[in-house]
């Protein structure tokens, strides 16, 4: 069974860098996609970016300037960066694995449970 | 405001069906196929659809999916108390070479 779990810390002050880690268990991150996901509070989901499990990397144009993800093959996680942040950034972040197929198109599954990161001074 | 347009509610009784709407345009739904979510506070988000019909091992047949066009269908049948969650649709976008979502219908159960 493939499990998600994201970790990180659950504040951060304005301007500060946000780093979570999305650790996979029962499937190897040298295959799908990796992606992350944020719910700001009483918002709808909002795709950040993801990862390839070669290191090609594409992110929301909303927060390119400002997003990082990598991968470690060697602790079987990927991770998520994101610099300079304000209040708006305040959110639930989910990792997710990305499953590509020719035919029957692309899905989100499974997800991790999810971290809250507050941004506050 | 979300990409996708999703009513914010539904509600049912128990035995009851509902259908729950998802409408797109030609870079997403038009182009691509469709996932549905189930999610319950403090829980990841949980697969219910892809591939605009197809269910997880593990998903019950209540839950049906249908596309036409640049929409999306989520149909429930047989409601029961615990299918009260939110729902969410997704789909990939070509122009955004990303995820767009739904802005989430929340299911009550009457």
């Known amino acids: 069974q493939v499990q998600l779990q994201e970790s990180g810390p659950g504040l951060a002050k304005p301007s500060e860098t946000l780093s979570l880690t999305c650790t996979v268990s029962?499937?190897?991150?040298?295959?799908?996609?990796w992606s992350w996901i944020r719910q700001p509070p009483g918002k709808g989901l909002e795709w950040v970016g993801y990862i390839s499990y070669s290191g090609s990397t594409n992110y929301n144009p909303s927060l390119k300037s400002r997003v990082t993800i990598t991968l470690d093959k060697s602790k079987n996680n990927f991770s998520l960066k994101l610099s300079s942040v304000t209040a708006a950034d305040t959110a639930v972040y989910y990792c997710?694995?990305?499953?590509?197929?020719?035919?029957?198109?692309?899905?989100?599954?499974?997800w991790g449970q999810g971290t809250l990161v507050t941004v506050f001074s | 405001q979300s990409v996708l347009t999703q009513p914010p509610s539904a509600s049912g009784t128990p035995g009851q069906r509902v259908t729950i709407s998802c409408s797109g345009s030609t870079s997403n739904i038009g182009s691509n196929a469709v996932n549905w979510f189930q999610h319950l506070p403090g829980t990841a988000p949980k697969l219910l659809i892809y591939?605009?019909?197809q269910r997880p091992s593990g998903v019950p047949d209540q839950f049906s999916g249908s596309k036409s066009g640049t929409s999306a269908s989520l149909a429930i049948s047989g409601l029961q108390p615990e299918d009260e969650a939110d729902y969410y649709c997704a789909a990939w976008d070509d122009s955004l070479n990303g995820w767009v979502f739904g802005g989430g219908t929340k299911l009550t159960v009457l």
């Open positions: 997710a694995r990305e499953t590509r197929e020719l035919l029957r198109g692309n899905w989100l599954d499974p």
């Open positions: 029962g499937a190897s991150i040298s295959n799908h996609y």
């Open positions: 591939s605009n019909y």
